[in-house]
Nanobody
């Protein structure tokens, strides 16, 4: 059993940066791959980034590649999403997830946080 809590969202201007955090409790954090998804109003939840259990592999959706960086600190049971050069189209609720593999498929993840709002103004 894993519980996930996101933090770090907020309101920023285009071009600014934010770092999201997702703290995990319960089962050993390193047992799980981690991912970030996001959902904008009226849109489906979409994959953003994923990281393997020990951080050796990372994956990104094309729209954030080069701007966002996913990382993890297993000693702190925390995964991060560093978001640079933010754009208005990045506005969404961001969710962290944990599962057996770092895939872009929502149904492959077993645990989800409640989300944190990121709003990017133009």
């Amino acid at each position: 059993q894993v519980q996930l809590v996101e933090s770090g969202g907020g309101l920023v201007q285009a071009g600014d940066s934010l770092r999201l955090s997702c703290a995990a409790s319960g089962r050993t954090f390193s047992s799980y791959a981690r991912a970030w998804f996001r959902q904008a109003p009226g849109k489906d939840r979409e994959f953003v980034a994923a990281i393997s259990r020990f951080g050796r592999r990372t994956y990104y959706t094309d729209s954030v590649k080069g701007r966002f960086t996913i990382s993890r600190d297993n000693a702190k049971n925390t995964v991060y999403l560093q978001m640079n050069s933010l754009k208005p189209e990045d506005t969404a609720v961001y969710y962290c997830a944990a599962g057996p593999a770092p895939t872009p498929n929502r149904d492959e993840y077993d645990y989800w946080g409640q989300g944190t709002q990121v709003t990017v103004s133009s």
